[in-house]
């Protein structure tokens, strides 16, 4: 049985649809890539112009549920109370 036209029509298939996905992930990644940028920009912009702390939202203290499952607060940890977005900034 001669089934070599068989097998190479197939092998040229898959070639053909490997490389079709190949193509359609760069765009797709292209298109996530393009869109993350302008949020990583727009983000960077806002942090840069924020002076309020991120962790708390400017109320100086975090709420936490204590060991019996009560609301409890404490001092931010972020600001350590002042209510302002430290100096050196991270995400
Ligand atoms: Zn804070």
New binding site residues.
Partial sequence: MNLVKVINLIKADINKLENERKKQIEIINKQFDEKIEKLTIALQVNMDLNTI?I??EGK?RISYLDAAGDTDHKV?D??NGT?LEPKEQTL
């Fill in positions: 702390c962790k708390c100086g931010c972020r600001c209510k």
